[in-house]
């Protein structure tokens, strides 16, 4: 309307409109998409529109519609209870403040919907704000007492309490038929509401249970928060087996600490979108560039490394990760360009880190396979550059060239440690090779780990401690013994360094009387693993061979059940059929059924035995006298204590009773050898208090 453009612009000075265009101009290329756009776009009410396309037009219809949608979001609403307050003093600013209301309410307003449950006489705690009178949150909490999530919010919800002004309302909702006792088990949530101060320095945080049951037998366990790996340092007790009658003290304490931060990443191929399985990463600095290694698996591409606070570098391993793959991309990662070779990594928080690399194969690489087979024999393949990591340029792999045999094991609890030092003596007494053991460090107590440097000292074999921090995706296990029956079955493709090819797995409690490098040394035929099979020769114990009906016997065929004792991997074969992925994808599955599973590290491997095969071991290598009948014992290779369900003899009387030697090993380790270093370390202790006393300053009388 041109006369109504004339009022409008007549009542401006030439001066004012060009403020107000250079205004408008501003605001549009600062605030706006339309910067560099020559092409229209419309503003309604703090909504943007545009810029349009060439092609594209906005009719009166459009603005018709356009009108209609934002009174319909709230424009009429606010524009009604604006009206209702009264808006006298507003005068002709009233649009304006319209404007300006719906605007910000569209920018920051929630479109979530709230709502108020009615007050329940019963079934319901209200614990009120602390200040009435001032603001407070309101927080509505509606949980099963009885479920481990009750147990750890009932601290959050204590702390926030203390420290913020709330009301707070909880619903118990409640299952009104239990066939079992849903919680076996106490709970402290470490969360301190204020900092405290122990003998002028920051006391350590701690948890404290009291009123607790006298003689049942109790196990501690650490549920530390997901990027997290801790270990027990200091306990004069046996954690896993408290029994707090037996004390003499006020009661049992243990002392654990943060040992490493774990980085946690997903792997993708950016032209496959599938998970690069078997693809290598080291983890480094770099003065050391592969402090650490790791394989990515092909659940969710996922990948782990232990680290600490500090710069960390994260690339390919050389070898053929690295000839066929290439870093494209990587998210939530610290280095200055996101296609560097080498993914710069600041370790600064105690917060879980968890990083996404695309990787693409290269250009002249496009149709090689990184796990193929016909590349398990060529120089520089996967399998044969994992000897690169050791420093070598041989084309045999240091556990060949010194001939070192790899002993993998597990023990939790001070008896089974007891039986694990046994073990390994009857390892090292029956074998001319170098030894290496390896133990899962997670369960260990401190009083083993301190003792095992002495121990390897005076029988001259090496060890290293493994871990590896169970993954949040992956079902995890409630109960401590399944959890570590999980780690002898779930991991084996990533708990040990890349350049181990194979390693035997040997249970604690376990007699060897045979060379195990013969163990090692023996063809699997193709599989990647090797177990013995359950004996048949004791009939009388044929009432308890489960896998002898039902299920078993239908899925097992022709095929027997083994035992997991014992067995032999070949981590090559292991890792090249991608073994451990197919294995957690049958245990995920499986693990959701609290009735499948019950030996969890023994029914898994035959329950995949048509996947992954099993080669079966001569019955020798592992006698268990549950099982096998007493004939055979004198052939045994190694001889299992094995628990009996028909007598339940305990497993010490038994170690007696099978095998006679066991008292003159464990007289030489458990007591001779273990006096022997307590009593060196009690000279030790003294010979540096004496020393620190003698450094002491001396004052005379008059110096003070």
Excluded at 131 to 160: C, G, H, M, W
Excluded at 455 to 474: D, M
């Amino acid at each position: 309307d041109i006369k109504f453009e004339n009022e409008l612009y007549s009542n401006i000075n030439s001066h004012d409109l060009t403020k107000t265009l250079d205004s408008n101009r501003d605001f549009l290329t600062e605030a706006t998409p339309f910067k560099e756009s020559s092409n229209i776009g419309l503003f309604a009410n703090g909504w943007i529109l545009g810029p349009f396309d060439d092609e594209e037009v906005f009719i009166d219809s459009d603005f018709n519609l356009l009108e209609n949608f934002i009174k319909k979001i709230g424009l009429k609403q606010i524009e009604n209870l604006i009206h209702k307050w009264g808006t006298s003093s507003l005068g002709k600013e009233i649009d304006e403040k319209i404007l300006k209301i719906h605007s910000t309410i569209g920018k920051y307003g929630s479109t979530e919907k709230r709502t108020k449950l009615p007050d329940f006489s019963t079934g319901m705690v209200n614990v009120k704000p602390r200040k009435e009178n001032e603001p407070f949150y309101d927080i509505v909490l509606i949980i099963d007492p009885l479920t481990r999530n009750a147990q750890k919010v009932s601290t959050i919800l204590k702390a926030l309490v203390k420290v913020t002004n709330v009301n707070l309302m909880i619903y118990f909702n409640c299952k009104e038929k239990l066939s079992a006792p849903p919680l076996k088990s106490f709970f402290r949530y470490v969360l301190e509401s204020e900092i405290k101060y122990s003998d002028a320095k920051l006391a350590k945080p701690f948890a404290y249970f009291h009123n607790m049951p006298q003689s049942p037998i109790l196990t501690m366990n650490i549920h530390a928060p997901e990027s997290w790996m801790v270990e027990a340092v200091r306990s004069p007790y046996d954690l896993d087996n408290i029994i707090l009658k037996e004390i003499e003290s006020d009661g049992a304490n243990g002392e654990f600490e943060l040992e490493y931060l774990i980085i946690e990443g997903h792997a993708f191929d950016v032209l496959s979108g599938q998970s690069p399985r078997g693809l290598q990463f080291i983890l480094g600095t770099e003065s050391q560039p592969a402090l650490h290694d790791t394989i990515v698996m092909a659940n969710l591409g996922y990948f782990q490394l232990k680290a600490s606070p500090g710069i960390w570098l994260l690339q390919l391993r050389e070898g053929r990760s690295k000839d066929i793959y290439e870093i494209v991309s990587h998210e939530n990662t610290d280095s200055e360009t996101k296609r560097a070779p080498v993914i710069k990594i600041v370790i600064d928080s105690f917060e879980p880190r968890v990083i996404r690399v695309k990787v693409s194969k290269k250009a002249d690489k496009i149709n090689e396979n990184l796990l193929d087979e016909k590349d398990q024999g060529k120089e520089g393949s996967i399998w044969d550059s994992i000897n690169s990591f050791v420093g070598g340029s041989s084309d045999e792999g240091k556990e060949k060239k010194e001939n070192i045999l790899n002993i993998f094991s597990v023990a939790s609890g001070h008896m089974y440690e007891r039986l694990l030092r046994i073990m390994m003596l009857t390892v090292l007494k029956n074998t001319q090779a170098k030894v290496k053991f390896w133990f899962l460090k997670n369960y260990l107590s401190p009083q083993f780990t301190k003792f095992l440097p002495y121990y390897a000292k005076e029988y001259g074999f090496e060890y290293e401690l493994v871990q590896y921090k169970w993954p949040r995706w992956l079902h995890r296990e409630s109960e401590k013994q399944r959890t570590i029956w999980g780690y002898k079955i779930l991991f084996l493709d990533v708990l040990f360094p890349l350049n181990v090819e194979k390693i035997i797995y040997v249970d604690a409690d376990q007699i060897v009387k045979a060379d195990l490098t013969e163990l090692r040394d023996l063809d699997l035929k193709g599989a990647p693993y090797g177990y013995t099979p359950f004996c048949d020769s004791r009939k009388e114990m044929d009432g308890y061979r489960f896998w002898k009906s039902g299920y078993w016997q239908m899925h097992l065929g022709h095929r027997k059940y083994h035992i997991s004792a014992l067995y032999v991997v070949d981590l090559k074969k292991f890792r090249k059929i991608a073994a451990g992925d197919r294995l957690r994808g049958q245990y995920q599955g499986l693990s959701q059924d609290p009735n499948s599973l019950s030996n969890l590290d023994q029914d898994l491997p035959n329950n995949m035995i048509h996947q992954v095969n099993i080669f079966s071991l001569p019955q020798e290598w592992l006698y268990c006298d549950t099982w096998c009948s007493s004939d055979t014992l004198s052939k045994a290779k190694t001889i299992d204590l094995c628990n009996n369900p028909e007598t339940k003899e305990p497993k010490l009387q038994a170690a007696v009773r099978i095998v006679p030697e066991w008292k003159d090993y464990d007289n030489e380790i458990n007591k001779k050898l273990m006096q022997k270093w307590q009593d060196e370390l009690k000279s030790n202790a003294t010979r540096i208090s004496e020393e620190t006393s003698h450094k002491q300053p001396k004052f005379e009388k008059e110096d003070l």
